[in-house]
């Protein structure tokens, strides 16, 4: 990571992954996090992971779009794009940008895997 006038800078691969069994201990033990789904909005109303909010992926997320989502809380990303979880990864990276400290993305295979793990999904 580098530093572009004041602001940290972070590319979607140095974004660290959370596995599926990390991120559903964490939310069983009641450790407080926020989970922010990438996709767009009717694949999310169509079932996220339980308490996951909706933030799809921009190429530029606007500042407005962010105020609601603590900044003292670690915060989870995902998508369904596939290994490389481009989506939820440049998401992430651009909270990191906008001062978002704790910020990681569900590894792949991501909604899919929690999805066949029976993890809780919302409609």
């Avoid at 308490?51 to 921009?58: E, H, R, Y």
């Avoid at 909270?95 to 999904?121: C, T």
Wanted: contains cysteine.
């Amino acid at each position: 990571m580098g530093v572009i006038l004041g602001c940290v800078h972070a590319t979607a691969q140095d974004v660290l992954r959370i596995s599926i069994q990390e991120l559903k201990k964490m939310m069983d033990g009641g450790k407080p996090v926020t989970i922010i789904d990438a996709q767009p909005k009717d694949v999310y109303k169509a079932g996220h992971i339980k308490g996951a909010i909706s933030l799809p992926w921009k190429s530029q997320i606007p500042l407005e779009e962010m105020w609601n989502i603590p900044k003292d809380k670690p915060i989870v990303t995902y998508c369904d794009c596939g290994p490389g979880e481009s989506d939820s990864a440049d998401v992430a990276s651009q909270l990191i940008q906008f001062g978002f400290e704790d910020v990681k993305v569900l590894g792949d295979p991501s909604i899919k895997g929690w999805r066949e793990a029976g993890y809780p999904i919302e409609r």
